[in-house]
């Protein structure tokens, strides 16, 4: 079955960074786009960053644009966040995904909390 598995978040200070992972599973990652989202406290999910499956194409929203960089290794199963100048609007639980067969699947999520 499809797992998802997310880890690398944690408290940062404004301006700090970190590197998101997200270990796949149980289905063939190298053919599947993989997009990260996000959900603060009180808000919807919201999409932060996809990419194509041989990683040639990325989108990001316009909020995350110049700061976060999303990548992919499709020997290891993994795609990675790489957040740079984070800011405390960047608060949430962020997820990756991946959408098969019509079904979103998600992992459990990654709290970031950027605070001084």
């Known amino acids: 079955q499809v797992q998802l598995v997310e880890s690398g978040g944690g408290l940062v200070q404004p301006g700090g960074s970190l590197r998101l992972s997200c270990a796949a599973s149980?289905?063939?990652?190298?053919?599947?786009?993989m997009s990260w989202y996000r959900q603060a406290p009180g808000k919807e999910r919201e999409s932060v960053a996809d990419i194509s499956p041989g990683g040639g194409s990325r989108n990001y929203a316009d909020s995350v644009k110049g700061r976060f960089t999303i990548s992919r290794d499709n020997v290891k199963n993994t795609v990675y966040l790489q957040m740079n100048s984070l800011k405390p609007e960047d608060t949430a639980i962020y997820y990756c995904s991946v959408r098969r067969n019509t079904i979103n699947y998600w992992g459990q999520g990654t709290q970031v909390t950027v605070s001084s």
């Open positions: 149980g289905f063939s990652f190298r053919l599947y786009v």
